[in-house]
């Protein structure tokens, strides 16, 4: 079964960002399908780790729909924070999930650890876990992290979520600031794909 590649998948996300990234990640050939196709809601998020929610989600979407699923959980750890917002990187932003309000939420409680915090390089990760599911139970999933810093501002227009204040190592530019087809080949989400592509 898993020797099989993957034709037609679902990919298990209600977050259009997120949809766009993980359809520019797979084979052109590969038959798309999304959340809206079917209607579907995204499920409690219960797990305590980015595994187990893109597990939760590739479960539930995939047992709605009868496909192959794809689902990812993603999110920011700033260190100083104890690793937060980590899995409740897109509660942050409430119940719209507004990230500019995740974004300030992020900024003042750097402020509450550390009032000079701007002016420090405040250390934080971007995780992402992807799991694939199989409607007979099969299932599969990887890991992908980019370490970086905190920008002491919003920087750039592009991506979603957190980007616009994420620094990778090595950059002097945050992923919002990044075109693209740069952001692609260094982030999170590609180096958890590249672990799975093979299923393709």
């Not at 959980?73 to 500019?100: C, H, M, Q, T, V």
């Not at 550390?114 to 139970?137: E, H, M, Q, S």
């Not at 992290?145 to 920008?151: A, D, N, P, R, T």
Request: aromatic share 12%; net charge positive; hydrophobic share 35%.
């Amino acid at each position: 079964m898993l020797n099989k590649k993957i034709k037609k998948i679902l990919i298990g996300t209600n977050n259009i960002g997120k949809l766009k990234e993980i359809k520019d990640l797979l084979p052109k050939s590969t038959k798309i399908f999304s959340t809206k196709d079917f209607g579907l809601s995204s499920p409690k998020e219960t797990g305590n780790s980015f595994l187990k929610n893109s597990l939760i989600k590739a479960k539930f979407f995939s047992k709605k729909a009868n496909l192959i699923c794809l689902a990812d959980d993603s999110g920011l750890e700033i260190d100083i924070l104890n690793r937060k917002p980590g899995i409740y990187s897109a509660r942050w932003g409430g119940a719209r999930n507004d990230f500019n309000k995740a974004i300030l939420k992020v900024f003042r409680e750097l402020y509450k650890k550390d009032k000079n915090w701007k002016i420090k390089k405040i250390k934080a990760r971007f995780v992402c876990a992807l799991t694939i599911y199989w409607p007979n139970g099969k299932k599969i999933n990887s890991v992908g992290k980019v370490e970086g810093f905190i920008s002491n501002k919003k920087k750039g227009k592009n991506g979603f979520g957190y980007d616009p204040i994420f620094i990778p190592l090595k950059s002097k530019i945050t992923f919002g600031q990044m075109k693209p087809n740069k952001k692609y080949k260094i982030d999170h989400r590609f180096k958890a794909f590249n672990k799975i592509k093979r299923f393709f």
